[in-house]
């Protein structure tokens, strides 16, 4: 493959990452770029810092907002972000 794309994945959930991990030490082992998305930006950042520190696998593209995220704003019952709602695939990294 070219590319690999996750789609809110969440990695810095440790309770996802061990399912995560075999996966990720694939793509880095291949060198092929892996976009990634989140439900919102901090959980992207987070997600990419977890990548760079515990893989060493560097980013291209820095989270960002996704232009290409869902339009329909969500109920966030965690509250944990700046916002009452979030989108799916809110933000993206590469």
Not at 28 to 51: A, C, H, S
Request: net charge negative; proline share 12%; hydrophobic share 35%.
């Amino acid at each position: 493959p070219d590319l690999y794309v996750a789609f809110n994945c969440g990695f810095s959930d440790e309770n996802h990452l061990p399912y995560w991990i075999p996966t990720l030490h694939s793509i880095r082992m291949k060198n092929i770029p892996l976009v990634f998305t989140g439900y919102d930006f901090n959980e992207v950042r987070m997600d990419t810092q977890l990548l760079a520190e515990r893989l060493q696998m560097t980013s291209i593209v820095h989270p960002s907002p996704n232009p290409f995220r869902s339009l329909r704003p969500c109920p966030d019952p965690t509250k944990t972000g700046d916002s009452p709602f979030y989108y799916q695939n809110a933000s993206f990294s590469v």
